[in-house]
Each structure stands twice: as C-alpha cells, then as structure tokens.
C-alpha cells in the first residue's frame, strides 16, 4: 500500500511540474501587484507582460515557480507615462501629457513631449506648435525652429510669434530683419506673452526707442517679470528720467549673478554715481560698479574704468598702472581704440 501512495504522489509531482504557472496564473499575480489592464504571453519559461499602473504603461517579464505548497516569482518592470492616449484628433490629450512631462525638469525639454508636442500641432494645437520650435531651439535648426513657430504664429500662439521675432532680430536661419522682429515681438505681446513683452521692451532699447520701451517695461518690473525692472532701468537711463530709481534697480542687477546683461547694468549704474546723475557723485562706488562690469567681460566697462583711472576724472585717483590694465582688458574685449597704449 506504501509503494502505491509513493507512486501515486510521484505522479502528482510529475503533473504539477508538467503543468507549471499558467498565464491566468501571472495575470492574478500581476494584478496582485496593482497593476491593470494586464495581458500576458508565456514565452519559453518566463513570461512577457504589459499592463497599466495608475497613469503609467508598463511593460516586463515574470518568471514563476510552483511547487507543493510553495511559490516564487521574479518581475523585472519597466513603466513610463502612458501617452496611447495621444494620436490624431485627440490633441487635447496629446498636449495634457506633453505639458506635465515638459514642466516636471525646467532645464530639459524631455524628447517624448515634443513628439507629443507634434503630433498636437497637426491637429492645429497653436501652443503645441510654438513649443516645437522651441525643442528645435536645442540643436539650433533652425529651418524647423522658424517654420513651426510661424505655424503656432499664424494660429495665435504669441510664444510661437516671440520664437519668429527672436530669429528675425538675431537673423536664425535668415537675414537679420530688426523691423520685422518688433514686429513679430508686438505681436507676440499683444497675444499675452509675457516674454514677448520682454523682447519687445529689450528690442526698443536697443533700437533707441526707450519711450516706447517704457509703458512696457513698468509693466514687467510692477509684476517682477523675469528681468523686467532691469530693462525698465536702461529705459529709463536712455530718455534721462527717474535716474535715482534707475540706478536703484541696476543695482540690484549688478549683484544678480545669472543675470547675462549683469555687465551693461553695471556700467550704467557706474556712469550714474561717477556723473552725479540726479544723485550725489560718489567717485568710489561708481569706479566699483565699472570694475564690477568689467569683471564680467563687458568692453565698454572696461574702457570707461582705463578712462577713469589713466585721466582721475570725476573724483577717481589717478592710477595709469592700474588704468593701463583695464585697457588692456577692453582691448581683448575687441575695443580697438585702447589697443595702441592710448
């Protein structure tokens, strides 16, 4: 009677090994784990899975075991957002997905949203159109840059006429066209980009139309946009008005750090204090700012603080080594006049 037990429990050992883990058995286990949405395919002695995850798609491999009374499973997973949802007709949903994977790292445009991005621009999607231009922006193509922000232009996207107006101003890609940059930069600030206002305003001071500029950039700086009270500053330093208030706020960015103009702003505020400009002179605060700019590679900077301290204008101690060493610096910064020892 023992032999036929044994026999009988081998046999059932045999077809339990026969048999193994079925795929129902690793869909349970898979949607033990919360996963949904699971399909299953046995492959060889594993199995291939997808399956769903709250908003995550997911995709791997589950090895099972069975034995008398014991188990073991072994899943390597891979999940990513699941953009299915995103195809033509559905741009709404294309650019819900692309936005959240967009904001999720300021410093990387993440490549799955831009083609999220594009196939919302198909469909007509203005913003999803500007946004492209701006991943094309990266690699610096700039046939693409200019012809997906003219598509998100045309169909109201003011960041998508702001990318348009940057490479007109600064000739990406075409002939360098000022006048059609403000264009394309008003524009873009009367659809409510902010950062085309800014372009505008910055484009308007460089062209001499500071008055302009002004409406606009007391706009920016009242809401703290960015750099704005920097550009209302210069503004207001081209059309000789509020130069206490100027200089206060290019103060502040003389000491910002990240700031690319840090330099200009500190050579303003340096002409400021060392001329007296609706203020008392200040001879050692105002040559500190032009060393300050300087000090960030900017040439006209540079050349005013040789000026100072070769001539000891405007109450500065005369100093022609130390002058004679900031020409030199103005003249690697390309001031050619300063190159001759004069």
């Known amino acids: 009677m023992a032999a036929r037990r044994n026999a009988a429990l081998g046999a059932s050992v045999a077809a339990l090994v026969a048999c193994g883990p079925r795929e129902k058995d690793a869909a349970k286990y898979l949607g033990e784990q919360g996963y949904a949405d699971v399909t299953v395919t046995k492959d060889g002695q594993t199995f291939a899975w997808t399956a769903t995850k709250g908003d995550q798609y997911c995709t791997g491999t589950l090895a099972m075991t069975k034995g008398l009374g014991s188990s073991s499973q072994t899943n390597a997973a891979s999940c990513e957002r699941d953009t299915r949802g995103c195809k033509p007709g559905a741009a709404a949903v294309c650019t819900t997905i692309a936005d959240e994977l967009y904001g999720k790292d300021a410093k990387v445009f993440p490549t799955k949203a831009a083609e999220l991005y594009r196939v919302a621009c198909e469909d007509e999607d203005a913003r999803a159109c500007a946004r492209v231009a701006e991943f ?24 998508g006429c702001r990318h348009l107006a940057i490479t007109e101003s600064e000739g990406q890609g075409t002939e360098k066209n000022t006048a059609k940059g403000l264009e394309l930069a008003k524009k873009a600030c009367d659809l409510d980009d902010k950062k085309g206002c800014r372009a505008l305003a910055g484009l308007l001071v460089d ?65 400021i204090t060392l001329g007296g400009l609706g203020t008392k002179k200040d001879s050692a605060r105002g040559i500190a700012f032009l060393e300050a700019s300087c000090k960030e590679d900017y040439a006209e900077g540079c050349s005013n603080a040789a000026r100072m301290y070769r001539s000891g204008a405007n109450g500065v101690a005369k100093d022609k080594p130390k002058g004679d060493a900031f020409a030199v610096q103005a003249c690697k910064l390309g001031k050619t006049e300063l190159c001759d020892g004069n």
């Open 136 to 159: 094309e922006k990266i690699d610096k193509a700039w046939d693409k840059v200019r012809a997906f922000a003219k598509r998100g232009c045309e169909l109201g996207s003011g960041e």
């Open 207 to 271: 062209e001499r139309r500071a008055e302009e500029a002004l409406p606009i950039a007391e706009k920016l700086c009242a809401a703290k946009f960015e750099d704005g009270c920097f550009v209302l500053a210069a503004a207001l330093f081209d059309v000789k008005k509020e130069y206490p208030r100027a200089l206060e706020y290019l103060e502040e960015a003389c000491k910002e750090q990240k700031l690319p103009a840090r330099g200009f702003a500190c050579n303003l505020a340096g002409a």
